[in-house]
């Protein structure tokens, strides 16, 4: 069993632990009230900082989790949401995670927001034995820890979708890559790195950039200047609007990329049309599917959370606040103790679901990449389209050693 720490716990549970007497099944069902059927879980959210519009994604979460409820819950049992501001600072990300754990007595996280918070959470969350189910962002660290389940693909592995399309769908070569100096970009580099040196490339240019960066007049002459042909920025859709601005500014004519979640009306508010053009790798169906658990985003999202926009970004929200769900539901029809041992135990049998937005999500022990395919969407007057079908990400980037 996982040891607990901290002063929040049950005082039983504290005392017991202090007199070498812990009950380990007790201390793993915090979170979880048997009488009333509530579960508890928790998430970190940049409601300040420099990524406020990150909300949105929280929204669709708690949007998932009213409309969840609101319909019966999960075979009765009702999920109380706790999310608490973390300004998008990883320090902080970790104090809120011990806050949640300590005075929410929270179960499991469900959906906290941020690869670069994620992956600071590790070690506090791993030390405690909670399971961290759907992290918003994408990293090789969240696929080897046995209490991490994500949806989201390795950065890496996306930015091998974006190279893949550039050079044998569109033909091009030389490459740029911008990207958030961070774990969100330092995973898509790793990937792009890889993917460029197998196909015989070299990248035209590879400029770090700060997730606040507003001006990128910088980063673009060093693009232009080296002839690159397309360009893959991995970072925020401000970051993305901005470089789209300096380009045109500059008057740098070349086919850009992005990850999945700047392919939002989010980001033609902030890029206007400059954003026509620009080219996503997506591991989630368009949300304008017709499949039912799509079609119940945007209606929930529209109830709930009628001025947010319905988009991919919230769509990821959703589909991540859903793989708890998927879990606890596996793990109620296991008939095992309520723990989070247990939920762990039900999230790793978990084989071709739907979840969300997301289709064919597995998991085994030792295996956590939930997502293996991706699609390319493209900005078209407003609009999101699907332009090439889903695809296995190369396979050279996906079965790739990681540290």
Do not use: C
Request: glycine share 10%.
């Amino acid at each position: 069993m996982m040891p607990e720490s901290g002063k929040g716990l049950l005082t039983a549970i504290a005392l017991a632990t202090s007199l070498g007497m812990a009950s380990p099944a007790a201390a793993q069902q915090i979170g979880v009230d048997d009488d009333n059927k509530v579960v508890t879980v928790g998430a970190f959210t940049p409601v300040t900082g420099p990524v406020p519009f990150y909300a949105i994604l929280t929204h669709a979460a708690e949007a998932f989790y009213r409309h969840l409820n609101d319909n019966g819950g999960i075979e009765g049992w009702t999920v109380r949401y706790v999310t608490l501001d973390d300004g998008y600072d990883p320090a902080r990300s970790v104090a809120v995670t011990r806050q949640l754990v300590e005075d929410e007595g929270i179960f499991a996280l469900s959906a906290a927001v941020g690869t670069a918070p994620n992956v600071a959470v590790i070690p506090f969350a791993s030390e405690v034995g909670l399971p961290m189910i759907g992290p918003i962002g994408g990293a090789s660290a969240f696929f080897t820890a046995a209490n991490i389940f994500p949806l989201l693909p390795d950065y890496g592995w996306s930015a091998a979708s974006n190279v893949d399309y550039a050079v044998n769908d569109l033909g091009l070569k030389k490459i740029a890559l911008l990207w958030e100096n961070d774990e969100l970009g330092r995973s898509a580099k790793r990937g792009f790195d890889l993917y460029m040196e197998h196909l015989g490339l070299e990248p035209a240019e590879s400029v770090p950039f700060d997730v606040s960066t507003t001006n990128f007049s910088a980063h673009i002459r060093r693009v232009a200047n080296s002839g690159a042909e397309a360009v893959i920025l991995f970072g925020s859709n401000a970051n993305l609007a901005a470089a789209l601005k300096a380009a045109d500014l500059q008057g740098l004519d070349v086919e850009w990329f992005a990850p999945f979640f700047a392919a939002d009306p989010s980001t033609f508010r902030l890029a206007g049309d400059l954003l026509n053009g620009v080219h996503f790798s997506s591991w989630l169906v368009p949300v304008t599917s017709d499949d039912p658990q799509v079609a119940a985003y945007r209606e929930a999202v529209g109830k709930y959370y009628p001025d947010d926009p319905v988009g991919v970004f919230g769509l990821n929200g959703w589909s991540n606040a859903a793989l708890f769900a998927e879990g606890f539901r596996a793990l109620l029809a296991s008939g095992n103790e309520l723990t989070r041992e247990n939920l762990i135990a039900a999230l790793d049998g978990l084989k071709d679901a739907s979840v969300g937005g997301a289709q064919g999500v597995s998991f085994q022990p030792g295996d956590h990449r939930g997502t293996r395919q991706e699609g390319i969407i493209q900005a078209q007057e407003g609009e999101f389209v699907l332009v090439r079908e889903f695809r296995p990400y190369p396979e050279v980037v996906f079965d790739a050693k990681t540290e």
